[in-house]
């Protein structure tokens, strides 16, 4: 069935919320909706749309109806069976779970289908201010302060701008560095000398220099080699650069050393092509240094793929974690069942039916009703992925692949479904039951994190294991083509939900084989299963903390011990204060698994980074700003002082009782961004940098040596310190760079702080060396406004005060609004 765009939609929709106090852990909103079409609309119409909280039935507006769908998908009715009139207005309020506060929470993607009409794409509401104490607060024990401009001036009181050679000229900072005062002309003349294996590199640095200007005297020669370094550093990585007058020589333990030589070289090279004297020796700190990206969510294209490789590579990231899957998308051709990507590729609303028909998954997280137009749809061609592989290949950067399971797999599960009854039709029985996903018999109740009903695989099928099995055996292939090796496939595994397999037939009977009592045993028997079909194909498995984690005696979570080993690899993710794993990360590798630490609460860039209503993320663990990424202490997460996500100090008797880590394996670090609200390239590399910076700053840079210092006033002076500067490289050197073509990074420039005091104007910014401009007319700020350079004096007939930081392109962050005759801003 078409989608139809009116010009102007048809109906005008405005969303608020009312107050996060109507109960406990219960909000109340309003919907308020007005027919604008020109035309009364029939009785039998229905709204849909998405929303992250559930709405409570019972306390809709009389009159009215809000039923869940399924996953974040609602409906709204209207229960008389009476035209909606032109121009007429319904005011719908309901409640719902827990909070909203920001406008990540508020229902979007709306659409319409009228009685006996065609889908009608409404877009997203007119969201109303979150202005009021009931609509900023999640509820009265919140204490983390909402962001404005005075609480912004007060986070950046302590920065400052330091003087040049106090400023590192390298991130993430090395190991040593010094520089003279002479300089090195490089140019697109400049000579390369290598060995033939280091083509690569040699090719990379090429068209480095082929970008710089074209310079007479110009007679620099660049060798780049490989052979000792001082440094001891896992898989060669270990570089040192010397730098004279007429030549530079890149020296890396391997052709990886080198290239992060190559990295470090690039961020010494000023535009005109000269280049510091001096000389750099360096080595990462930690082995695995990555970056998760979802793209199942939403759909990020090859191009916005190639693009963050770039960026990982010049923070000198390593693995690419690629993750392909999950409840609202499938985005690899799997060749010998394309329904994964017919299906499962596809969002939006097709009301088709019967041979010929084109089903597709629902829409989610406002993805919209036309398939067609959906960020929700979308996937990589083999060709596009290939070509990402070897991409990433030419970068040192590993890639992991991932495809979820036995939960968050409602993708794979749909789209098996449709291959099922496809086959079935047809007469093929055995072919239709040979990739079957689900139990058709299987009466389980469950719900999942993100609201879904049937998002497990049935893991007694033995259908399931053909099916890991062509998935494994396709990915491989597209690794051989690419020329690239493929070590390891993450699975997934984590949040399936409670209640999950216990009324599936097939599940109960092999439970019964078995001599299983508990749904624990045949979760962990697909692990094991799982294991062994990678290790069949000579691959490590990975996946999220929850497949390496039992229960002990009193219900707590602990290690599992069957699967602990070096080629395990578990990813740590829900140890945020308050979850009750805070310190399962160190349990795991005390348990002997190989741990990333992928901490939502320090290294989830999804979340959002301050509390204002008008910052994108979700805030579940927390909100994780620049600071918080920056701060994280991996091998001794008590070092920065800890609160839970409502702002709270979490007790000292908590912190007491932690494990500390005793001699186990902490592979790296890793940064994750879920896609629920990235549903661009801008807004993925807006969420997504600087807190990269900071990432690669912790993953790569030397022990900043915090956790050693015993007096808490000492430590955290220290560590104040350490933020100053990593703030004034960002604002002065690094961020600068990612202005520049080729990468021109959409990173998220912080809006500034203000404080009106003794009638004169101060601001600031948490990246010391941005520029502040300003205007006292009220209107946004841009490019050609005055620079803030020092405190201002308000004119006698101004009424409001609007400033803004810039990056070198001219780009400006939200503003920051002053009423002059209220201080109480904004």
Not at 152 to 166: F, I, K, V, W
Request: proline letters at 8%.
């Amino acid at each position: 069935m078409p989608i139809t765009h009116p010009g102007t939609a048809p109906i005008a929709i405005e969303w608020e919320c009312l107050s996060n106090f109507a109960g406990n852990g219960i909000f109340e909103a309003r919907l308020t909706l007005r027919n604008v079409s020109g035309n009364p609309l029939a009785p039998g119409w229905q709204l849909f749309f998405n929303a992250c909280r559930k709405v409570i039935p019972h306390s809709v507006t009389t009159g009215f109806a809000i039923d869940h769908i399924n996953g974040d998908l609602f409906r709204l009715t209207a229960l008389a069976d009476a035209p909606w009139a032109e121009n007429e207005t319904f005011g719908i309020a309901y409640q719902a779970q827990f909070w909203v506060i920001s406008i990540t929470d508020a229902p979007l993607g709306f659409y319409l289908l009228p009685q006996g009409g065609e889908v009608i794409a409404l877009g997203d509401p007119r969201i109303l201010p979150f202005t009021r104490v009931e609509q900023r607060m999640r509820h009265v024990e919140d204490r983390v302060p909402t962001a404005n401009a005075a609480q912004r001036y007060a986070d950046s009181a302590s920065l400052h701008l330091l003087p040049e050679e106090q400023v590192g000229r390298i991130t993430p900072r090395p190991v040593s560095a010094r520089f003279g005062a002479g300089t090195c002309k490089l140019g697109p003349g400049t000579a390369i000398v290598h060995a033939p294996d280091l083509a690569n590199e040699a090719a990379f640095l090429r068209t480095l220099l082929d970008d710089l200007p074209a310079s007479d005297t110009n007679n620099a020669h660049i060798l780049i080699e490989t052979g000792p370094v001082p440094l001891e550093a896992p898989n060669g990585e270990a570089y040192q650069l010397d730098i004279g007058a007429d030549q530079a020589v890149l020296r890396g333990a391997s052709a990886h050393g080198v290239f992060n030589a190559l990295q470090t070289l690039r961020q010494l090279l000023d535009e005109d092509g000269s280049l510091p004297c001096g000389h750099v020796l360096d080595a990462p700190r930690f082995a695995y240094r990555g970056m998760m990206l979802d793209v199942a969510r939403h759909f990020a294209g090859a191009d916005t793929v190639l693009r963050l490789l770039d960026c990982m590579a010049a923070y000198k990231l390593n693995r690419f974690h690629f993750h392909l899957t999950d409840d609202e998308g499938w985005r690899l051709p799997i060749t010998a069942l394309p329904e994964l990507t017919e299906v499962g590729a596809r969002r939006g609303v097709s009301l088709d039916v019967g041979p010929g028909s084109s089903p597709c998954l629902p829409p989610s997280f406002g993805s919209g009703a036309d398939i067609d137009s959906s960020p929700g749809t979308g996937h990589y061609t083999h060709e596009e992925f290939i070509a990402i592989l070897r991409h990433a290949h030419a970068r040192h950067i590993e890639v992991i692949p991932e495809f979820n399971m036995p939960g968050h797999a409602r993708a794979a599960v749909q789209a098996m479904r449709v291959r099922h009854d496809r086959l079935l039709a047809a007469g093929d029985i055995e072919g239709a039951w040979a990739y079957r996903l689900d139990d058709p018999d299987d009466a389980s109740i469950y719900e999942s994190v993100q609201m879904w009903h049937d998002n497990v695989i049935c893991i007694a099928l033995p259908s399931v294991e053909r099916f890991i099995d062509t998935v494994v055996g396709e990915v491989k292939y597209l690794f051989r083509q690419a020329g690239v090796p493929l070590r390891a496939i993450h699975t997934g595994g984590d949040e399936v939900p409670n209640g999950a397999w216990i009324d599936s037939p097939l599940c109960r009977a092999r439970m019964r084989e078995q001599g299983w009592t508990d749904v624990a045993q045949l979760r962990f028997d697909f692990v094991a299963r799982c294991r062994a079909i990678l290790a069949r194909h000579g691959l490590a498995f990975a996946g999220w903390d929850d497949t390496a984690l039992t229960h002990d005696t009193g219900g707590a979570p602990a290690p599992e011990p069957r699967f602990a080993g070096p080629d395990f690899h578990a990813y740590v993710w829900n140890n945020a204060w308050g979850s009750g794993q805070e310190d399962i990360a160190y349990r795991l590798a005390n348990a002997g698994y190989s741990v990333v630490l992928s901490n939502a609460a320090n290294l989830y860039f999804d979340l959002a980074c301050a509390k204002d209503p008008e910052e994108p993320g979700y805030y579940w663990a927390g909100f994780v700003g620049l600071r918080q990424a920056f701060a994280f202490c991996p091998l001794d997460q008590r070092t920065v002082p800890a609160h839970d996500p409502m702002g709270r100090p979490v007790p000292a008797m908590l912190l007491a009782g932690l494990a500390q880590l005793d001699g186990g394996c902490i592979a790296g670090l890793q940064g994750q961004l879920w896609s629920e609200n990235a549903h661009s390239r801008a807004r993925i590399e807006y969420m997504i940098a600087p807190r990269l910076l900071a990432l690669a700053e912790r993953a790569w840079s030397p022990d900043p040596g915090w956790r050693l210092i015993a007096d808490p006033i000492e430590r955290a002076a220290r560590i104040d310190a350490d933020w100053n500067e990593f703030a004034n490289r960002l604002g002065r050197r690094a961020l600068p760079r990612l202005d520049r073509a080729p990468l021109a990074w959409a990173y998220r420039l912080p809006p500034p702080g203000v404080l009106l005091q003794a009638g004169r104007i101060h601001a600031n910014v948490a990246l010391p060396g941005l520029a502040l401009r300003y205007r006292f007319d009220g209107g946004a700020p841009d490019a050609a406004s005055p620079l803030y350079s020092a405190p201002l004096s308000i004119p006698p007939d101004a009424r409001t005060f609007t400033i803004a930081s810039f990056d070198t392109r001219g780009r400006s962050s939200r503003v920051a609004t002053i009423a002059l005759k209220d201080a109480s801003d904004a």
